[in-house]
């Protein structure tokens, strides 16, 4: 590498704007220099940003940003984006309380015109640009960036098929970073993509094509055709063609030389929106990453020689690998049992499932709306499909929760990993909503584990219910140590359970808050005040009798949940006013996440904002008793 690095030269993208070609790699040397060392003293997504370090600087060097508006799909690709358009000085506040986040955001900066970190919206939020820009006369750029596993994703399609007949002048660059999904490419496809994209082939297409008008009807068909096979045997891209996108590609994503001006031909094309095939290595530069089976997609702090995590040790397992685990013992009892995921093996644990029982594992792609539908028909026709996605991505998916196993009774078995806070990725993977969302179907039945043996009797309820559709909620991180028995038990439909017995205070607990709750009715005893602990376990349907019994028999009630708003609080409040309970002068509490999207932290620091740790439930018990919280009271 030269001495004189060129990094510390870019402030913002337009002082890249007079690099020549040499420049620009090595450029994109120090950008990926700057990227790997960056992540390893905060964690983050690696793999994927590092595969784009070259077309993020052709990028920003071809397109005037942020005149020209650029989109990144995801956006766990968008770090030597960030590096280069004026956050270098905070990279290493990324996904930290107060710093960068882990994702394109609105609010961090005029280079990020459209916030993401779920797959698939960005050439739809791309569109929207271009029919604003279209409608006030403007002329700048709009380009889209979209990896090859977020086209999985049906939405994609949709506005693809929307996007020749909303304007002229759009660019979509297709990340294709699989290894399995295009050939190697080199100097012959280079060649023709650049020769394809350039201004004297269009020239040559648009003559073929107004000779061919002039020709009878039958000769123009046949000579439409064979322009269109022709070229999709020497490039591909018939499908795109059809959708009335110019097909660009496959081009080497890493080749500066060939990348610039094949960029430059495709902003110059101005008649029809263009697809641009451009094709990556994720963790491209980093031998730990290039090397490691998922590219090391995500990663926590590391060591940049070794490539080493360095990852905190728990004697107790994540509630993800129990889910996976609990599957396998149930499936090997039972060949009806299949399980779904989409396009989060690892993720949610099914990984391992996977391995044990390849032929009933699905990974239907980035398409949670498929997955639901997808389980449904399975359902109904005997089986047993249990559907394991993350909490904030089923909000995708709902309309077909409603429609297609709800309304049908269905019994598809939703496994809600990462419910409640997940910290690091803040709001846009908060698991905030899904009680009640789920909650408020007719039929459904909700569940929350307070702990993974909780967990592993919920999978086991779930999957003996033949009538209707149900779900479980469960956090990410590990478990609390409980002992797992070797086949659990399925629990009473319905039921909760006293877990500590007080006089004055009841405290009813949904999900893996049962450990805080148990930790403040500790700090209320210290001040004298006597509380009741409970599980309510369902959240849907409740435990009526349980919770007639606490309202009944105390002063006071707390109800503690890991979800939003109109969650498990409002169906206890429901259910007191119906019952009459709030009448005798019952004070309660409903103790929930807050009316905020909270941006990223610890989640321990989230959820003491959120006043959800043992400190804030005690508080809110004395405020509900009148009793100051500095002040020792008697029972």
Not at 91 to 102: C, E, K, N, V, Y
Not at 499 to 525: H, M, N, P, W, Y
Request: hydrophobic letters at 45%.
């Amino acid at each position: 590498m030269p001495d004189t690095p060129l990094l510390n030269q870019v402030r913002l993208p337009a002082d890249t704007r007079g690099f020549d070609i040499p420049q620009l790699r090595q450029l994109a040397d120090e950008l990926r220099a700057e990227t790997i060392d960056a992540v390893s003293t905060t964690g983050g997504h690696l793999g994927a940003g590092l595969g784009v370090v070259e077309l993020t600087v052709a990028l920003h060097h071809v397109f005037e940003t942020p005149k020209d508006i650029l989109i990144w799909d995801v956006g766990h690709q968008c770090y030597p984006h960030k590096i280069l358009t004026g956050r270098r000085d905070r990279i290493r506040t990324l996904r930290q309380p107060g710093g960068l986040s882990g994702f394109t955001k609105r609010s961090e900066s005029e280079y990020d015109p459209f916030g993401a970190a779920h797959a698939s919206t960005s050439i739809s939020a791309a569109l929207g640009f271009c029919a604003a820009r279209d409608q006030k006369g403007e002329t700048n750029k709009v380009v889209a960036v979209i990896g090859d596993g977020s086209m999985s994703a049906g939405m994609a399609y949709e506005a693809m098929n929307n996007a020749a007949e909303t304007t002229k002048q759009l660019v979509v660059i297709l990340n294709d970073n699989d290894m399995s999904i295009a050939p190697p490419v080199g100097g012959m496809s280079a060649y023709l993509a650049k020769q394809v994209s350039g201004g004297a082939y269009r020239n040559f297409r648009r003559f073929g094509k107004s000779v061919a008008e002039h020709l009878p009807r039958p000769f123009r068909n046949v000579a439409r055709k064979a322009e269109e096979y022709a070229r999709g045997m020497i490039v591909g891209g018939t499908f795109f063609e059809e959708l009335g996108f110019y097909y660009v590609g496959p081009v080497d994503g890493h080749d500066m030389d060939n990348l610039v001006p094949i960029l430059r031909n495709a902003a110059a094309i101005t008649d029809r929106p263009v697809i641009v095939h451009v094709v990556t290595q994720k963790g491209k530069g980093y031998a730990p990453a290039e090397s490691s089976a998922d590219k090391l997609h995500a990663v926590a702090r590391f060591d940049v020689v070794s490539g080493q995590q360095s990852k905190s040790v728990s004697n107790a397992p994540s509630y993800t690998k129990v889910f996976g685990t609990e599957m396998i013992k149930r499936a090997a009892l039972d060949p009806s049992i299949v399980a779904i995921t989409a396009a989060m093996p690892s993720g949610t644990g099914l990984d391992l499932f996977g391995q044990a029982f390849p032929e009933r594992t699905y990974d239907v792609g980035i398409a949670e709306q498929h997955a639901v539908t997808f389980a449904a028909g399975l359902a109904a026709d005997g089986m047993k499909p249990v559907c394991a996605i993350y909490s904030t991505f089923l909000q995708r998916g709902y309309d077909q929760v409603v429609h297609d196993v709800a309304i049908q009774k269905l019994p598809v078995r939703f496994a809600m990993d990462r419910a409640g806070l997940v910290g690091a990725d803040g709001a846009t993977h908060a698991g905030s909503f899904d009680i009640g969302f789920m909650g408020a179907l007719p039929g459904m039945i909700l569940m929350a584990a307070a702990d993974e043996a909780d967990l592993a009797a919920m999978i086991a309820t779930s999957l003996e219910i033949d009538d209707r559709p149900s779900a479980f909620r469960y956090p990410r991180g590990d478990g609390v140590g409980v002992e797992i028995p070797e086949l659990a038990a399925p629990l009473e439909i319905g039921k909760g359970r006293i877990v500590r017995e007080g006089t004055t205070v009841a405290i009813l607990s949904l999900g893996t808050r049962l450990q805080e709750s148990l930790k403040a009715a500790d700090a209320l005893a210290a001040r004298g005040v006597s509380a009741t602990v409970a599980d309510a376990r369902f959240a849907k349907p409740l435990d009526a009798d349980l919770i007639l019994r606490l309202a009944r028999d105390h002063e006071c009630l707390i109800t503690v949940e890991e979800g939003a708003m109109g969650g498990f609080g409002a169906f206890v409040l429901q259910l007191l006013a119906e019952k009459g309970a709030l009448d005798a002068g019952l004070k309660i509490r409903t103790l929930c996440l807050p009316d905020v999207f909270q941006d990223q932290a610890d989640p321990a620091a989230m959820y003491a904002t959120a006043g959800l740790n043992a400190e804030h439930i005690a508080a809110a018990a004395l405020q509900a008793l009148g009793v100051a919280a500095s002040r020792a009271v008697r029972a």
